[in-house]
């Protein structure tokens, strides 16, 4: 099925591990989305992508870092995980054409820091 | 600025009751205006969205009314289902923009 595939679905991991997510989507789509989702505040913007090599930072950006490995693939590597990064990781993408303009989201990650 | 709005927070219907749900903005540069559900453990999904030189759309069971002057703009669904409980979040971006600010989020839960 087309669309954006994240992994994994489950993550726990204990304070100061390190651990990427993966997302790829497949729908020829230039720009991909890492946002965090937690209660009450929404959907932050981490790190996007505009187009295959670049990346820029969202609102939220710090201890993080994205991989724009190729069109299809957006990483987020969290590198020394803290209990505040405890959070719903939903990767994206967007269709940039202007008049219909709107994403793609995968199933989610939930992470857990303990 | 760049904030969007959202309320209220949860919201409780009868089975064919019309829910509203509103959001206010600043930012007069912002040009266009999406819905989106989230169901329990999936991603949220485009539902409709609007531009600022229409005042309402309309897509099946959803409708969304815009008010440009009050910068406000709220989602209706008419004759509501227990099938559309789920989250609802408000967003907006700005011209040739590709990341949208998002609203906190509605949670609305339709009884049978």
Redesign the interface.
């Known amino acids: 099925n087309a669309g954006?595939t994240q992994t994994p679905k489950f993550q726990v991991l204990k304070t100061g591990q390190s651990m990427t997510l993966q997302c790829a989507q497949d729908m020829n789509h230039n720009?991909m989305?890492w946002y965090r989702q937690d209660p009450?505040?929404?959907?932050?913007?981490i790190y996007?992508s505009?187009s295959e090599g670049t990346t820029d930072k969202?609102e939220v950006p710090n201890g993080y870092n994205v991989s724009r490995l190729n069109k299809r693939e957006f990483s987020l590597r969290l590198e020394s995980a803290a209990p505040s990064q405890t959070s719903v990781y939903?990767c994206?993408s967007?269709d940039?054409r202007?008049p219909?303009?709107?994403?793609?989201?995968?199933?989610?990650t939930r992470l857990t820091v303990v | 600025q760049q904030q969007v709005k959202?309320s209220p927070?949860s919201l409780i219907v009868q089975k064919g009751g019309i829910p509203i749900i509103n959001c206010a903005y600043e930012n007069t540069a912002f040009d266009?205006f999406?819905w989106?559900q989230q169901f329990p453990?999936?991603?949220?999904?485009?539902l409709i969205?609007i531009r600022p030189d229409v005042s309402e759309k309309k897509e099946g069971r959803f409708t969304i009314s815009f008010n440009k002057s009050a910068k406000q703009f709220s989602l209706h669904i008419m004759d509501s289902q227990p099938g559309d409980s789920a989250t609802y979040?408000c967003a907006a971006?700005l011209p040739?923009g590709?990341?949208?600010v998002?609203?906190?989020?509605t949670r609305l839960s339709v009884l049978p």
């Open positions: 954006v720009s989305y009450g505040m929404g959907l932050r913007l996007y505009a969202g939903f994206a967007s940039d202007g219909s303009r709107g994403y793609t989201f995968g199933s989610g | 959202q927070q266009y999406p989106y453990g999936k991603g949220p999904a485009l969205a979040f971006t040739y590709q990341n949208f998002f609203g906190p989020g």
